[in-house]
């Protein structure tokens, strides 16, 4: 079972890298996963998408390939993503304009992080806008990690004790659903049912 985690944040050393890195780490400590990737979008890396990508530009595929190979290969994801004036960062949405097949039709766990109370607005615009055409199939649970700075931290006494433990037993317990979607989405691929070529983009 291979999982990867998209750190959607633009900035270098992020709270959402910290979530990922703490997530990639209970993948493999519970054997939810035997392998991972973690994709960290600090510092934007892909350029804004433009109409070449369609074209076969070779720059284009020669960035795009290494990412794509991981996303083939993998069974399920993790999106995490910061909320930005109540919005998705702009690199996060960049990134699903460049995908397809590599996330059709296999299950994500989002996973929004605010520094205050909200975080809701990235779940909603993320459940909305970015399945149409990769076909990605979110989960029904989804993360919401409220108060960032005071949780999930390698140095405990910066972590607020009923918060952290709250946190930390509800990430192992959805990444649990996460694995079993995931298995059993790995059988839909198998069955042949999704395979098309007439119907190339969702309505």
């Excluded at 990690?145 to 972590?159: C, F, G, P, Q, Y």
């Amino acid at each position: 079972m291979k999982i990867t985690i998209i750190s959607g944040s633009p900035r270098h050393h992020s709270q959402s890298e910290k979530v990922a890195k703490y997530i990639e780490t209970r993948l493999l400590k519970n054997g939810q996963a035997s392998e991972t990737y973690l994709c960290n979008l600090a510092g934007n890396p892909l350029p804004l998408w433009d109409e070449s990508i369609w074209a076969g530009d070779q720059d284009w595929k020669d960035r795009l390939a290494p990412i794509a190979e991981e996303l083939i290969a993998s069974d399920g994801f993790v999106v995490i993503a910061p909320e930005y004036h109540g919005q998705v960062p702009a690199g996060l949405k960049n990134f699903f304009l460049m995908w397809k097949q590599e996330l059709s039709h296999k299950p994500a766990l989002l996973v929004a992080v605010s520094s205050g109370d909200g975080g809701s607005y990235p779940i909603a615009e993320l459940r909305m806008s970015s399945y149409k055409n990769s076909r990605i199939c979110y989960l029904p649970e989804h993360l919401i990690i409220r108060n960032i700075e005071s949780v999930l931290n390698d140095e405990a006494d910066k972590d607020a004790d009923s918060a952290d433990a709250y946190f930390r037993e509800r990430i192992d317990w959805s990444l649990g659903i996460l694995e079993q979607y995931a298995l059993a989405l790995k059988q839909v691929r198998a069955s042949g049912v999704t395979e098309t070529d007439k119907f190339g983009n969702g309505m």
